[in-house]
């Protein structure tokens, strides 16, 4: 294996691992904008109304996309196992 594929198998992995967690964070990101809305609007201060529903919005969003993420990380495992004897040279 040379370095450039290395390199390309890496940025490949880094990649991917992006692409999964976008949606999870993307769904945090948006609940908790619209938590912090309803607070300010309301004047509830409370922290731990936003951490929690956060918390059941990203685990939802996880249990939404997982077989999604799940196909996509067994294509990449797939297509770099079934080229293993292209790395072995």
Known sequence: ????QATQIGSEMLTLALYLAGPVVVVGMVVGLFISIVQ????????????VMKI???????MFFSPWMLRKVLD????HLGDLTRYLR
Do not use: P, Y
């Open 56 to 62: 059941i919005a990203s685990g939802a969003a996880l």
């Open 76 to 79: 990449f495992a797939t297509h």
């Open 40 to 51: 300010a609007i309301t004047q509830i201060q409370e922290q731990s109304v936003s951490f």
């Open 1 to 4: 294996m040379t370095t450039g």
